[in-house]
C-alpha cells in the first residue's frame, strides 16, 4: 500500500492508539503478522501508515475470534488493504444491523417490565436466533437438509464460527465488487466467483447434493433465484442488482458445469 506521508509511530505510541500493549504489538511482529516498518538503531520498532493498517485489519480478525493462524492464513490471501477493508466492512453492517435488532428487543422488553405491562413474546427474540430460516429450508429442502447444517453449525467453537462468517462475508464482498464494476456473469470472474459459491455450499452437510462434491444443479439455480426475489437475501448482496447478478452467474455456471 502507498501512502503519502512519511509519518511513523514509535510502539508505545502504536500501543496506546490501538488500545492494545507494546508486548501484543512486539507478539506480532515476531509471528509475522504486523512487522514494523522500521527498526532504530536504537533497536526501537517504528510503524508507518501502512503497518498501521495491518494492524486495524488483524485487530478487527482478532474482534471476530479468529486465533494467530487463521489471520496470517486471511492475510496472506488478501493483499489489497481496501478490498479486504471493505470485506469487513460489509460483515460489520450486517453485524451491526443484528446488534441493532437485538439492542432494541432488548430495551423493549427493560420498558414494558418497568412499566408493568405485557412483553412482546413475538419481538423479543429478535436478532438472536440463528434457525430463523429453519421453517423455510425444511420446506423447500426437507427437515434433514436443516437438521443436518444445523448439527454441524452448532459443533464449531466460536471462533470456527467467526471464521466461517469472515469467509463468507469476503465472497460476498467480492460479488458486490464484481457487480458494481459490471463484470459479465459468464465472464471469467463472475464464473470463478460462482465456483466459489458453489463449493462453498458443497461443503455445509445437508445442501443438496453436497455429498457428490458440489450442490445440486436445481439448488444452486433456485437459491440464486430466492437472492433476487427475497429482500432478506439481496441485501447479503448489495441489493436487487447486484443479486440479479449474482442468479444470473450461478444460473449459467449451473448450467455450464453442473449435471
Do not use: C
Not at 510502539?11 to 488500545?19: D, F, R, T, Y
Not at 489471520?71 to 450486517?94: C, N, P, S
Not at 440463528?130 to 427437515?143: I, N
Not at 469467509?167 to 466459489?196: F, H, K, N, T
Amino acid at each position: 500500500m502507498s501512502t503519502t506521508t512519511e509519518q511513523e509511530w514509535s510502539i508505545q505510541q502504536l500501543a496506546k492508539l490501538a488500545g492494545t500493549t507494546s508486548r501484543t504489538l512486539r507478539h506480532y511482529d515476531e509471528v509475522g503478522l504486523v512487522p514494523p516498518s522500521r527498526i532504530g538503531s536504537n533497536g526501537y520498532r517504528y510503524y508507518d501508515a501502512a503497518s498501521l493498517v495491518r494492524l486495524q485489519r488483524v485487530l478487527l480478525l482478532r474482534e471476530l475470534g479468529l486465533g494467530i493462524p487463521a489471520i496470517a492464513e486471511l492475510l496472506q490471501g488478501q493483499r489489497d488493504d481496501v478490498a479486504a477493508l471493505e470485506r469487513h466492512q460489509h460483515w460489520l453492517v450486517t453485524e451491526q444491523d443484528r446488534i441493532a435488532r437485538q439492542l432494541a428487543s432488548v430495551r423493549d422488553t427493560i420498558t414494558r417490565i418497568k412499566n408493568g405491562e405485557q412483553i412482546m413474546a413475538d419481538t423479543m427474540f429478535d436478532g438472536f436466533d440463528h434457525t430463523q430460516y429453519k421453517e423455510e429450508v425444511e420446506q423447500r429442502w426437507g427437515a434433514e437438509a436443516y437438521a443436518a447444517g444445523d448439527r454441524w453449525w452448532t459443533s464449531k467453537t466460536p471462533a470456527e464460527q467467526a471464521e466461517w462468517k469472515a469467509r463468507v462475508a469476503a465472497l460476498q464482498s467480492d460479488w458486490i465488487a464484481a457487480a458494481q464494476r459490471g463484470d459479465d456473469p459468464a465472464g471469467e470472474a463472475a464464473q470463478q466467483l460462482a465456483r466459489r459459491h458453489a463449493d462453498w455450499l458443497a461443503s455445509i452437510p445437508g445442501t443438496p447434493g453436497a455429498g457428490t462434491g458440489a450442490p445440486a444443479k436445481a439448488y444452486l439455480i433456485g437459491l440464486g433465484d430466492m437472492y433476487v426475489a427475497d429482500d432478506r437475501f439481496a441485501q447479503h448482496y448489495g441489493g436487487s442488482e447486484s443479486a440479479a447478478f449474482v442468479r444470473d452467474a450461478l444460473r449459467i455456471y449451473a448450467e455450464r458445469e453442473l449435471s
